[in-house]
C-alpha cells in the first residue's frame, strides 16, 4: 500500500432533525488501500458513506480529496464513486439506459468502459433488458458495474456482497485489483468476508469506536508465504483455518498461508487429499518469486485450472 493520502476526513458530522447521522468522523484513507466499515446495522456506516459521497449535508468538519476541499472544489464530487445497498433504479428503463443516465450526470459515461465491466460481470446479455426483470443479484452487480465503470479516485460499496453468490463475489474481489491509485471504502457487518482489506474501521452509535490494520494482510503483504490453487478457496480457507489453525488469506483461487516447509506442506496435501479438494498447484514465495514444489506435484491435478 502507498502512502499518498487520497481521502481525508476531518471530524465530519451529519447533523439532521436533532439526531445525528455521523457524529465527529476522522479517517484517511490511502492510494490502492481497501478500508472495511464494520458496524450493525443502523451503526452509521451507510450515512458516513453518503456523506463522504454527497448525498448528505455536511454540518461541520472538511473533506479533502488530493489535498482539496470539496466543499471548495464541487467538481472532485464526480471522483468519488459509490454504489448503495439496496440499490435503486429507474425499473422501467434498460441497464443501458440506466446506466447512460446516472454515468452522464458525473459527467463519466464512456461507452467502451461500460461494456467491459458489463463483460466482466457477466451482465453484457441483458443490457437491453428492463431493470424490473431483472433479479435481486443481477440489480445488485448492476450497481457495482455503474460505480466500476468509471474512473474514479474514490470507490465506496455499501454491503457490496450482499445478493451475490459465490462466483460473484470473486468476480467483484479481482476486479477491484484492476483499478490502481485509488482508494476503497466498503461496509459490511462482519471482518469475515474481507480477509484481503487492508483496515478495519468499527463504527457503533454514529461515530468511529476504532481503526486497526488488517493483521492478516500484513503478514501477507511480506515476502513470504506458502499457497495453494485451488477452484474451492473459501472451503479450503474453512478447513485450513478450522482444522489446521492456520491463518488463512484468500487471494482469487490461491489460498495464502503462513510460509511452511515442504514437509508440512506434504501433510497439508495428504490431509486436503482426504477431504477431496482439488489442488492445482502448491508451492512458496520467497522475496518476489513465487515457485510451485515440483516435487509434490503428485498431489496436483494436471488439467488446467
Request: hydrophobic letters at 40%; glycine letters at 4%.
Amino acid at each position: 500500500m502507498e502512502n499518498k493520502v487520497v481521502l481525508e476526513i476531518d471530524n465530519i458530522s451529519s447533523f439532521i432533525n436533532k439526531k445525528y447521522l455521523v457524529k465527529d468522523v476522522t479517517l484517511n484513507l490511502h492510494a490502492n488501500e481497501v478500508a472495511v466499515i464494520i458496524g450493525e446495522n443502523g451503526s452509521g456506516k451507510t450515512s458516513l458513506c453518503k456523506l463522504i459521497a454527497g448525498a448528505l449535508p455536511l454540518s461541520n468538519g472538511s473533506i479533502f480529496l488530493e489535498g482539496k476541499n470539496l466543499k471548495q472544489h464541487r467538481a472532485l464530487q464526480s471522483e468519488i464513486s459509490i454504489a448503495l445497498h439496496p440499490p435503486m433504479f429507474f425499473k422501467f428503463q434498460t441497464v443501458l439506459k440506466n446506466i447512460q443516465y446516472l454515468l452522464k450526470l458525473k459527467g463519466k459515461y464512456v461507452l467502451g468502459k461500460v461494456v467491459e465491466t458489463l463483460k466482466a460481470f457477466n451482465m453484457y446479455d441483458v443490457m437491453n433488458n428492463r431493470v424490473f426483470s431483472l433479479t435481486n443479484s443481477e440489480k445488485k452487480k448492476l450497481s457495482l458495474v455503474v460505480a466500476l465503470a468509471v474512473d474514479a479516485k474514490v470507490y465506496i460499496f455499501d454491503e457490496p456482497f450482499l445478493e451475490l453468490n459465490e462466483e460473484d463475489r470473486k468476480l467483484f474481489t479481482s476486479y477491484l485489483k484492476t483499478k490502481k491509485d485509488c482508494a476503497f471504502l466498503l461496509t459490511g457487518t462482519s471482518t469475515n468476508d474481507f480477509d484481503f482489506a487492508n483496515t478495519f474501521i468499527y463504527m457503533n452509535n454514529r461515530e468511529i469506536t476504532n481503526i486497526e490494520a488488517n493483521e492478516k494482510w500484513k503478514n501477507f503483504n511480506q515476502k513470504r508465504y506458502t499457497f495453494l490453487v485451488t477452484k474451492q478457496p473459501n472451503y479450503l480457507g474453512k478447513l485450513l483455518k478450522e482444522e489446521k489453525g492456520m491463518d488463512v488469506l484468500l487471494d482469487n483461487q490461491k489460498v495464502l498461508i503462513p510460509k511452511i516447509s515442504d514437509d508440512d506442506l506434504e501433510e497439508i496435501l495428504k490431509f486436503l487429499k482426504t477431504k477431496k479438494v482439488t489442488i492445482y498447484s502448491a508451492g512458496h514465495k520467497d522475496k518476489d518469486e513465487e515457485k510451485v514444489v515440483d516435487k509434490l506435484s503428485s498431489y496436483f491435478k494436471t488439467e488446467s485450472l
